[in-house]
């Protein structure tokens, strides 16, 4: 539990906790690019050691989403997101959650084993993309939540399909 990419992966709470309180652009998107690092880095070292496990597996996607969750409350709250672009920005996560708590409960889906998948990369790296535009260029924040809602919409058809492709015949 206590590997170098797990302890990369929960440096992400920490980020997350700190976000609420920062307020200038520089140390917001300093704080967004530190996580974007985490990230690469969790997943790049687990991979060169060997090291990839179900702990990390469990717990790098978990901090991501406390992660941008945190950042997007934040940005929320404080105006420089609507309610719309926060959603939008949300819907791959709020979908991804349904479907692994459907897949939980419906017994010929208990046995699938939810992976990342190409499209929920890119729906993470230009989630973090917005994250940083937010306060650096604020004017490029509409375009690029169009980005991840269309990237959104292909993700959770994505993850649907290789669900239901990888279901256990009951």
Known sequence: MLSVPNMLSLSRVVLAAAFPFVRTPAWQATLVALAGATDFLD?????????????????????????????????????????????????????????????????WLRGVTFKARLTGKLVTTFQLIVLL?????PSAVRPLVIVVGVLSVWSIIDYTLALWRARVPA
């Open 43 to 107: 997943g790049f070292i687990a991979r060169a050691r060997h090291a990839d496990n179900k702990w990390g597996a469990l717990l790098d996607p978990i901090t991501d989403r406390i992660f941008v969750f945190t950042a997007l409350a934040t940005y929320l709250l404080v105006g420089q997101l609507t309610t719309g672009q926060y959603f939008i920005l949300l819907a791959r996560d709020l979908a991804t959650a349904i479907g692994f708590l459907v897949a939980r409960a419906v017994p």
């Open 133 to 137: 535009a937010v306060p650096l260029v």
